[in-house]
């Protein structure tokens, strides 16, 4: 069963997401035999699974909490993302369509964005099929598709994902750049640093020794293109750094158990107690890739990593170091 923290304001889109997607199939259960997308019993069954995602997600959102934690199983999860593609396709038909003020494009580019990363963070298979969406083939969507079934080792990850961005989304930012007469800017690159940080700046002579070594298998990672492995090893530098730090203050911290049951997740929020919503997000998707090297728990809870996420997870590693003190992530440049 996945976790996840996730800000109020985006609570409330996926929310919306997954009602425009139960309203929809709604219609298509109500209209005409020969008028619905797909087999009664295929459609009914996804009905009955959306209408309870969306109860659980009125009842998360209701929360006074912020960020609401959403936690759903595996197939629940999948849905969920499924769903947000399909709100992601119906806001790239706005987009596409024209005719929107400044502000409100402004907010559906912002909204395609955050929802992006989350569909990538909540699917743990091939997207469902949600009957009758007229938008699942568009390029966007079909991007995600592909990241998804990448970061799963379903697909072969491509050399774009280092320096270039998915050609779908190329493909189509250059046809809106024509429609709207300009001439299409050049794709802003993927770019993941290859130097996090300089391991002597670690106090504690075990922690900058294993820092070092795992500095170096994430620069090997890196260079074969192995985006699971660059994620474990990132974990463990974060963790390292993160350990060198609360040693000196463990008591003041709270931690009286040893180091090895810390945690990371609760080890950085006790570091850092104000850290942003979709950081905490972020860093406990981070604490999860110590999964990706058992196949075990891999076969009951995916965990997808590809270029983008990767990308997210160096930014956010960056700006703990920064928060900590520690001289962290260089410029980027590609890999």
């Not at 050609?167 to 996090?196: D, N, Y």
């Not at 750094?241 to 000196?248: I, K, Q, Y």
């Not at 905490?280 to 075990?296: E, K, N, S, T, Y």
Request: glycine share 8%.
């Amino acid at each position: 069963m996945g976790r996840q923290s996730v800000d109020k304001a985006t609570a409330g889109q996926m929310l919306e997401a997954v009602r425009a997607v139960v309203g929809h199939l709604s219609r298509a259960r109500l209209g005409p035999a020969e008028l619905r997308p797909t087999d009664d019993q295929t459609l009914v069954q996804i009905y009955g699974r959306a209408r309870r995602l969306l109860g659980y997600m009125q009842s998360a959102s209701a929360s006074y909490r912020d960020p609401v934690v959403i936690e759903l199983g595996d197939d629940d999860q999948n849905l969920l993302a499924s769903c947000l593609a399909m709100e992601i396709g119906i806001q790239a038909e706005l987009i596409a369509g024209g005719g929107l003020t400044e502000t409100r494009l402004a907010f559906c580019e912002q909204s395609r964005r955050r929802l992006s990363e989350w569909v990538l963070r909540f699917a743990t298979r091939r997207l469902e099929s949600i009957p009758g969406d007229a938008n699942a083939n568009c390029a966007d969507v079909r991007a995600l598709a592909r990241e998804i079934l990448e970061g799963l080792g379903l697909l072969a990850a491509p050399d774009v994902h280092f320096g270039a961005t998915p050609s779908g989304l190329q493909e189509e930012r250059e046809r809106r750049s024509q429609r709207a007469g300009t001439t299409p800017a050049e794709a802003s690159p993927l770019r993941i640093p290859r130097l996090l940080l300089d391991p002597r700046g670690v106090r504690h002579q075990s922690l900058r020794t294993l820092v070092a070594l795992d500095h170096a298998a994430w620069e090997r990672s890196l260079d074969a293109r192995d985006l699971r492995m660059a994620a474990v090893h990132l974990r463990a530098v974060v963790e390292a750094v993160a350990l060198d730090c609360a040693l000196p203050r463990s008591l003041e911290l709270g931690f009286v158990d040893p180091p090895e049951t810390w945690g990371l997740t609760p080890l950085v929020l006790r570091l850092l107690p104000n850290l942003d919503p979709q950081d905490r997000g972020r860093l406990q998707f981070l604490d999860r890739c110590v999964a990706l090297i058992r196949p075990g728990l891999q076969l009951g809870d995916p965990t997808p990593v590809t270029a983008r996420v990767l990308a997210e997870l160096v930014a956010l590693a960056g700006r703990v170091f920064r928060e900590l003190g520690v001289v962290g992530v260089s410029e980027p440049s590609s890999v």
